[in-house]
C-alpha cells in the first residue's frame, strides 16, 4: 500500500461496526467457483475455454439481474446467471449441472488469514457482512469462518443487492449506527466500492487478485488481504 493510500483511511471518528462483503472478502468465491466450472469444462471435453471466463460472464449477468426490479432470490440469479454463462461460450448445461454448480456456494471457506484477522478486530469493534446473497446461503458460510458476527444483513432481507443504497441503509437501520459510525472492507470494486464512494463511506478495497482499481471510485484505502485490513483498522 501506498503513502497516498494510506492518507485516504481515517479513524476518526471511531468506527463502532465494521462491515464485510463476504463472497471474495472473506471466503474463497473465485477459487471454489472456477473449480467446480473446470469440472463441467472436462466433462464436456472443452478445456479450450475458460473457467475464468465464465466466471467473468457469470457476474456480468449478475450486475444486470441484480438491477432487475421486482427483487429476486440469489439462487435465481445464480441459476439463470450460469445457464446464460455457459450459453455465451457454447456450452448448454442441464438443470442438475447448474444446480450443482450453484450449491457449491454453501461449501466455500475462509481465506486463511481470515479468521485470525476478524478475531483480532473482534476485540475493539463489532462485525457485520453485507452480502448480496439469501440467509439460508450464507449461513453455513458465515458458520465455516469460525468467528461470531454480531450482524449478517443480506440482500434477501434488504430486498435489494449492493452496490444498490437501500441494502446499506437496510443495515444501518438494522445495526442502530450512522455511516460514518462504520468502516466497509470488501473485495468487490463494483459491488462495494462504487457504493462507498457514492455513499461517501470509509472504505478499504481488499485486492486479492492484483486488480487495478477504479479511479473513479477513489478514495478508498487498499489492501492485500484481511491482514492489511486489521493493521489498518488496530493501528491507532
Not at 449441472?97 to 478486530?121: C, D, F, N, W
Not at 473485495?187 to 462504487?194: E, K, Q, S
Request: net charge negative; proline share 5%; with cysteine.
Amino acid at each position: 500500500m501506498t503513502a497516498s493510500e494510506t492518507s485516504t483511511f481515517k479513524l476518526d471518528p471511531a468506527p463502532k461496526v465494521i462491515t464485510f462483503d463476504c463472497y471474495g472478502t472473506l471466503v474463497q468465491w473465485y477459487e471454489v467457483l472456477q473449480k467446480e466450472i473446470s469440472i463441467v469444462l472436462e466433462k464436456y471435453d472443452a478445456n479450450d475455454k475458460s473457467a475464468f471466463a465464465i466466471l467473468d460472464s457469470f457476474s456480468a449477468q449478475g450486475r444486470r439481474l441484480t438491477a432487475e426490479k421486482p427483487h429476486r432470490l440469489y439462487k435465481d440469479i445464480l441459476r439463470v446467471g450460469f445457464a446464460v454463462a455457459f450459453s455465451e461460450h457454447g456450452l448448454n448445461l442441464n438443470v442438475d449441472e447448474i444446480k450443482r454448480i450453484a450449491s457449491s456456494l454453501v461449501t466455500i471457506g475462509p481465506h486463511p488469514e481470515v479468521p485470525a484477522a476478524l478475531k483480532r478486530m473482534r476485540e475493539r469493534y463489532k462485525l457485520a457482512i453485507f452480502t448480496n446473497s439469501d440467509d439460508d446461503l450464507i449461513a453455513p458460510v458465515v458458520a465455516r469462518i469460525g468467528v461470531p458476527f454480531d450482524y449478517v444483513i443480506t440482500a434477501e432481507q434488504a430486498q435489494a443487492y449492493k452496490p444498490s443504497r437501500r441494502i446499506f441503509e437496510h443495515a444501518y437501520r438494522t445495526m442502530g449506527v450512522t455511516p460514518n459510525e462504520t468502516v466497509h472492507v470488501a473485495m468487490g470494486m463494483y459491488w462495494d466500492m462504487r457504493a462507498v464512494h457514492e455513499l461517501g463511506l470509509r472504505g478499504i478495497w481488499v485486492n486479492r487478485r492484483d486488480e487495478t482499481g477504479n479511479p473513479d471510485w477513489l478514495p478508498y484505502a487498499e489492501v492485500r488481504d484481511l491482514d492489511g485490513a486489521a493493521e489498518l483498522l488496530l493501528s491507532k
